[in-house]
């Protein structure tokens, strides 16, 4: 079992930069892939990054060159860090943990594991 809170989360002018933070605690492998999703009302719940234990990063179209994925070892915290944050960016967001994959999935489907969710708002 793996278990997955993240923080961060923010009400922020638009251009604005946050980073959001999910530890994870519980049994987790050495091996792995963990992703960000958001949720906006209404909406699907939709990929933005992903990397696995190598280090390798994946991002979706919506979100390259604005946003960060990192993660900078086993133990410590996966992050994303946003940038010009635009209203369209406002939703929940969740970290997510899978299996390795050297090309980590950007569906939701491919992860066992999720966090609550942190609310992200951009509005001026």
């Known amino acids: 079992q793996v278990q997955l809170e993240e923080s961060g989360g923010d009400s922020v002018q638009p251009g604005g930069s946050l980073r959001l933070s999910c530890i994870s605690s519980?049994?987790?492998?050495?091996?792995?892939?963990m992703a960000w999703f958001r949720q906006a009302p209404g909406k699907e719940r939709e990929p933005l990054a992903v990397?696995?234990?190598?280090?390798?990063?994946r991002y979706a179209d919506s979100v390259k060159g604005r946003f960060t994925i990192s993660k900078d070892n086993n133990k410590t915290p996966l992050y994303l860090k946003m940038n010009d944050l635009k209203p369209e960016d406002t939703a929940v967001y969740f970290c997510?943990?899978?299996?390795?994959?050297?090309?980590?999935?950007?569906?939701?489907?491919?992860?066992?594991?999720w966090g609550q969710g942190t609310q992200v708002t951009i509005s001026s």
């Open positions: 990397i696995n234990n190598k280090y390798d990063k």
């Open positions: 997510a943990h899978g299996p390795y994959d050297r090309i980590c999935s950007l569906v939701a489907s491919r992860y066992n594991y």
């Open positions: 519980g049994t987790t492998s050495r091996n792995y892939c």
